[in-house]
């Protein structure tokens, strides 16, 4: 079994930073896509970044040039920067995973975190 447990959420005025962090353990071989998702209320979970083990990166179009999205394959963590946050930006962000749990069988299997509320006052 897998655990995603991410941190770094909280209040913040709007043009202020947070920095999320989402850290993986558990029966982890190799975690292949990472992402964050972020959902608001009464709207559907969208994505916000993605980032491949490769380090091969995808953002919304809403975040470009505001949010960056790292990862350290050492440690199984995956991080969050926002800068110029904006009051649209207040969600329940989401870390997701590919994992391979198993050293003999290549297949993957998906994971979510639990989710970290994120919210930016005007």
């Known amino acids: 079994q897998v655990q995603l447990v991410e941190s770094g959420g909280g209040l913040v005025q709007a043009g202020g930073s947070l920095r999320l962090q989402c850290a993986a353990s558990?029966?982890?071989?190799?975690?292949?896509?990472m992402g964050w998702y972020r959902q608001a209320p009464g709207k559907q979970r969208e994505l916000v970044a993605t980032i491949t083990n490769g380090g091969s990166i995808n953002y919304a179009d809403s975040v470009k040039g505001r949010f960056t999205i790292s990862r350290d394959n050492a440690k199984n963590t995956l991080y969050l920067q926002m800068n110029s946050l904006k009051p649209e930006d207040t969600a329940v962000y989401f870390c997701?995973?590919?994992?391979?749990?198993?050293?003999?069988?290549?297949?993957?299997?998906?994971?979510w975190g639990q989710g970290t509320q994120v919210t930016v006052s005007s």
């Open positions: 558990g029966s982890i071989v190799s975690i292949y896509n």
């Open positions: 997701n995973a590919d994992v391979r749990t198993r050293r003999y069988d290549s297949r993957t299997t998906n994971y």
